[in-house]
């Protein structure tokens, strides 16, 4: 059966049912993989998928069930499982259902083509990022990792109160990390792109940057340890938000899981800091005109010259808090309950280029690279200890390469240590959510080293 078919199909027989507050929300998409070493394929994956989730009111407690069958049969199980799971529903958190919006904005990050795009020319793409690295210095002996993606998908949403929406978006994407030698020494780049239009995709500048870390790397030393002025790279500042993002949702504030719960209004940052959640950034892939409950999104100012605006929120939430939703439902998957999360979440540039923010720095250490970000970081308390690598800075000016370090530090403290913010704005690798960040300069952290 044909998934709107089905869809119609399911929600009159919720009806008939009694389920008079029913959604479906439904997602599909593909996928594809290659990995290439030494110009052989090594890993190769393509992959279709969809599946769909039933919600109902049932005696006030929202009932999820999902499925990837499409057929009479489940139909009904779905309808019977919406009401068992609804009965074991504690909470006493109102839920809704969302009946539409009167206005959705255009959103444009589908490429079709982009979906078109024949597999041979996508494996030949990856070996080229491989042959280009390889070739760009004679230190460079290998790429560990080579690998190039594409992701399509669509989410579409209908309920018993007249809502009827969809969306598309596509990306292609990839990363390498070429491993540079020199007698003993050893040292790995990383480099990534993403973009929606394959014309757009710029090899030349991604491989550049893996090789030029992979080769300033060789020569790399510890530092001593102690109280440093940073310079955050923007890329290590987006992963900091990632890693950090919880603590501006309501739905973590309101169990009490985030150090800004009831601090609308206060000053938390420096007053350089405006964090936009931007669901209509052009060409970003996390884009889109409606969150996961069907709600119209909009363009919001989280942090507002350093003063908390708002939390985000989802209908329940804002319920909860007696304010309006944010539009920032947000689902991890098709059978995921709704939660909430940013779309773009972004630190506004400012005007410096990375050359100024290096003058801005003087003395003190440019960082390109934080790992252990799941294992060295508490989403809660906002402490992070994180191993690091970068770039010891004299006079304003790069003066050597640093490797073996950790730095320390708070996130809360952190955002109100910031002095400026450059204009070299990078990105995360998107998801349902990205994070931009350009670099960031920050007053002192702790750092370990020799």
Do not use: W
Not at 168 to 192: H, Q, W
Not at 217 to 225: C, E, K
Not at 371 to 380: D, I, Y
């Amino acid at each position: 059966m044909h998934q709107m078919e089905f869809v119609e199909r399911l929600l009159e027989r919720a009806r008939e049912a009694g389920l008079a507050m029913c959604e479906v929300y439904c997602a599909s998409g593909s996928s594809f993989e290659v990995s290439i070493f030494q110009g052989e394929i090594v890993h190769y994956s393509s992959a279709d998928s969809a599946g769909l989730t039933l919600r109902a009111l049932v005696n006030d407690k929202m009932g999820y069930a999902s499925t990837q069958a499409l057929d009479e049969e489940a139909i009904d199980l779905l309808i019977d499982a919406v009401r068992e799971n609804a009965e074991l529903i504690e909470s006493e958190d109102r839920q809704f259902l969302f009946g539409g919006g009167s206005e959705y904005a255009e959103i444009s990050n589908y490429n079709a083509q982009l979906d078109a795009l024949d597999v041979s020319k996508k494996i030949a793409l990856a070996r080229e990022m491989e042959k280009r690295a390889l070739e760009a210095d004679p230190r460079i002996q290998q790429v560990g990792d080579c690998v190039l993606i594409t992701q399509s998908s669509e989410i579409a949403i209908a309920n018993t109160q007249g809502l009827h929406l969809s969306h598309r978006c596509n990306l292609i994407g990839g990363y390498l990390s070429p491993v540079a030698k020199e007698g003993d020494k050893v040292n790995t780049g990383f480099a990534m792109f993403y973009t929606s239009d394959p014309n757009q995709i710029d090899l030349t500048a991604c491989v550049q940057r893996a090789v030029r870390e992979a080769v300033d790397g060789l020569n790399a030393q510890s530092i001593p340890s102690g109280e440093y002025r940073v310079l955050l790279s923007g890329l290590c500042m987006a992963d900091l938000l990632s890693t950090f993002s919880g603590v501006f949702s309501a739905e973590q504030a309101q169990k009490g899981l985030s150090l800004f719960k009831d601090r609308e209004g206060a000053k938390v940052a420096a007053e350089c800091v405006t964090l936009v959640d931007d669901p209509h950034l052009p060409a970003s892939p996390s884009s889109t005109p409606f969150d996961d409950e069907g709600v119209p999104t909009f363009r919001k100012n989280v942090l507002d010259r350093g003063v908390l605006t708002t939390l985000l929120h989802n209908l329940k939430t804002a319920h909860k808090a007696g304010v309006k939703t944010t539009a920032n439902a947000s689902k991890a998957g098709y059978s995921a309950p709704v939660d909430v999360a940013p779309s773009n979440f972004l630190l506004v540039p400012g005007q410096r280029s990375l050359s100024q923010m290096l003058e801005a720095l003087g003395e003190g250490i440019y960082i390109t690279d934080l790992q252990g970000h799941h294992s060295g970081a508490n989403p809660v308390s906002g402490d992070f200890s994180l191993s690091a690598k970068g770039y010891l800075v004299r006079a304003g000016k790069i003066a050597q390469a640093v490797q073996q370090i950790t730095v320390a530090g708070n996130f809360f403290e952190l955002l109100e240590k910031i002095e400026a913010l450059g204009s070299d704005l990078q990105s995360s690798f998107p998801g349902s959510s990205t994070f931009f960040s350009p670099s960031v300069l920050i007053q002192n952290l702790s750092v370990a080293g020799l």
